[in-house]
């Protein structure tokens, strides 16, 4: 048995969540938050056979996707900041962080 962390943008988390279902995969939602954009993530959990992961994997693949986006960074700490104009930068965000761990034991109550 496996289990799956995929950590998703919040604009992707009802698609997904919905794609899951319907291919009866269950799935844990828990809310959090992206360290570089400061930004809301979703992290689902997915217990599964080893033998479904290329299932969920494409599920995954299928709901979350890239996407570019202006953000302006966050002024340095610390140090001059006489020379730093926050100017918008194009970054990619979106898509699927997916880790995949054995487990060694599931118990369901």
Request: include cysteine.
């Amino acid at each position: 048995m496996k289990l799956v962390i995929a950590v998703v943008q919040d604009k992707d988390s009802n698609r997904l969540s919905n794609a899951l279902v319907k291919e009866g995969f269950r799935a844990t939602k828990l809310a959090s938050t992206g360290g570089f954009l400061k930004a809301g993530n979703t992290t689902f959990m997915i217990g599964i056979e080893d033998d479904r992961i290329p299932e969920v994997m494409q599920v995954i693949k299928a709901n979350c996707k890239v996407r570019d986006q202006l953000v302006t960074p966050v002024s340095p700490m610390g140090g001059s900041t006489d020379s730093y104009i926050p100017f918008p930068v194009e970054v990619q965000v979106g898509g699927a962080a997916v880790f995949v761990l054995q487990v060694e034991r599931f118990e369901h109550y």
